[in-house]
C-alpha cells in the first residue's frame, strides 16, 4: 500500500463524511439563527428555545435526506469492501 493509495481512502473518507453530515449541519445551523434572531428580536432569552425546533428540523432532515445518506454509505462500503483484496496485496 502506497502513501498515495492512503491519501485517497483518507481523502474519500473525509469527502463521504462531510456529505453525510452536511444536511443536518446545515439544517440546525438554520434553524438556530432563526431562532437566535427571533429571541434577539424579542428579547426572549432562554436557553431550551432552540432545543425542540431543532430536534424537529433534523428529525424532518433524516427523513427526507435519510435514504439518500444511506445509499452514500453503502456505496462507499461497497468500494472499500470490493477494493480491499487490492488495497492489501
Do not use: C
Amino acid at each position: 500500500m502506497t502513501p498515495d493509495n492512503i491519501m485517497t481512502l483518507g481523502r474519500q473518507a473525509i469527502e463521504v463524511t462531510v456529505m453525510v453530515a452536511a444536511p443536518l449541519l446545515l439544517v440546525a445551523l438554520v434553524i438556530g439563527l432563526v431562532v437566535s434572531i427571533f429571541q434577539a428580536a424579542t428579547q426572549i432569552n432562554e436557553a431550551t428555545l432552540s432545543f425542540i425546533p431543532k430536534l424537529l428540523g433534523i428529525f424532518a432532515t433524516l427523513v427526507l435526506a435519510g435514504p439518500w445518506m444511506l445509499g452514500v454509505l453503502t456505496d462507499y462500503l461497497k468500494l472499500m469492501l470490493t477494493s480491499l483484496p487490492t488495497l492489501a496485496g
